[in-house]
């Protein structure tokens, strides 16, 4: 079974930054999509950024410009770099994986990060 292992999170004031982190417990070569959601209190979990791979990279309106997400082959990891943080990015925020293998294709799901937003 694929794990997803996410930290980084926090409290941070408006204006700044964080970086959270996404350990997979297999290669990430092995993913078709790598990324990050997100879900606030009372609203649906969300897309923030997602990398695919090709290399393209995919991001939610709201954080087009602020959020950058990347990978680490060497470090087999998966990064979100957010900056200039506002009060609507509290969220907890969840690290996704997918891979297709033999036509089927397998969501795998971190436990989730808190990032609090707030002065």
């Known amino acids: 079974q694929v794990q997803l292992v996410e930290s980084g999170g926090g409290l941070v004031q408006p204006g700044g930054f964080l970086k959270l982190s996404c350990a997979p417990s297999t290669s990430l070569f092995s993913f078709n999509v790598v990324g990050w959601y997100r879900q606030a209190p009372g609203k649906q979990r969300e897309m923030v950024a997602a990398?695919?791979?090709?290399?393209?990279?995919n991001y939610a309106d709201p954080v087009k410009g602020r959020f950058i997400v990347s990978r680490d082959n060497a470090k087999n990891m998966v990064y979100l770099e957010m900056s200039s943080l506002k009060p609507e990015d509290t969220a907890v925020y969840y690290c996704?994986?997918?891979?297709?293998?033999?036509?089927?294709?397998?969501?795998?799901w971190g436990q989730g990060t808190q990032v609090t937003v707030s002065s």
């Open positions: 990398l695919l791979g090709g290399g393209q990279r």
């Open positions: 996704y994986a997918d891979q297709l293998l033999g036509g089927k294709k397998s969501d795998y």
